[in-house]
């Protein structure tokens, strides 16, 4: 099986500016989540969606935002960036039904905002 | 609130040495679950184990094994005879029971195996 695919790898955008990341989950798997990774706030969680709704949400500003396709691929927008949203930002899928919570992660993608 | 307490910050071994990594969580949750995640330098998180609050287990898998106590909140991981190949950072994870997707995460545990 295919594992978690996430678009583009590597982006480098200015201020203000927005952007989309991109993320196929593995074949089957229902739910998506978001997390964004920095040296100084670690991992943190920002969204998880299961069949296209939105079941959870972490502690980030409305400027972070996204969402599920019917096919279950999932994208993130992150509008008028700032330096501080650079960061490494990975996406992960699991079933997402009880009892098989174990996520598997894509290579992320490293937004670099200047 | 949930909480993940990685207390090292680094561990530097030298190579056939066993080194334990620990984690300790807090959580009000009477079921939840527990992960450990490995990142290399290429960036991926690299699934390790996944136990709940119902199994206390230990589990042992090749060289890695993991010790779940709930009365010390504590879930820790051991890899035996340690590798240079075992050089990551690793990520203990909380995830609550009524918590959809969400993943607490401590702050990593950088580990240098040297040769």
């Known amino acids: 099986k295919a594992g978690v695919t996430q678009t583009p790898r590597y982006l480098i955008k200015t201020r203000g500016q927005q952007v989309t990341l991109s993320c196929s989950p593995i074949?089957?798997?229902?739910?998506v989540s978001w997390y964004q990774q920095t040296p100084g706030q670690g991992l943190q969680f920002l969204f998880e969606y299961f069949s296209e709704t939105q079941r959870n949400k972490g502690n980030f500003p409305g400027r972070f935002s996204g969402r599920q396709f019917s096919n279950s691929r999932s994208e993130m927008n992150v509008s008028t960036l700032e330096l501080g949203d650079s960061a490494l930002y990975l996406c992960a899928s699991s079933l997402g039904v009880a009892g098989t919570y174990e996520q598997y992660f894509g290579p992320g993608t490293r937004l670099t905002v200047t | 609130a949930q909480k993940v307490t990685q207390a090292q910050t680094e561990i530097s071994v030298v190579e056939k040495e066993d080194v334990t990594l620990d984690c300790v969580y807090e959580?009000?949750?009477?079921?939840?679950?527990l992960f450990w995640y490995k990142q290399p330098p290429s960036g991926e998180l690299v699934f390790l184990i996944r136990?709940?609050?119902?199994?206390?287990q230990n589990e042992i898998s090749g060289r890695y094994s993991w010790n779940f106590q709930k009365s010390t909140s504590s879930f820790n991981f051991t890899i035996t005879a340690s590798q240079v190949v075992d050089s990551a950072v690793y990520f203990c994870a909380l995830k609550g029971g009524t918590s959809y997707g969400k993943l607490t995460f401590g702050q990593g545990t950088i580990l240098t195996v040297h040769p």
């Open positions: 136990r709940n609050s119902f199994d206390e």
């Open positions: 074949s089957g798997h229902r739910s």
């Open positions: 959580t009000r949750d009477t079921t939840y679950y």
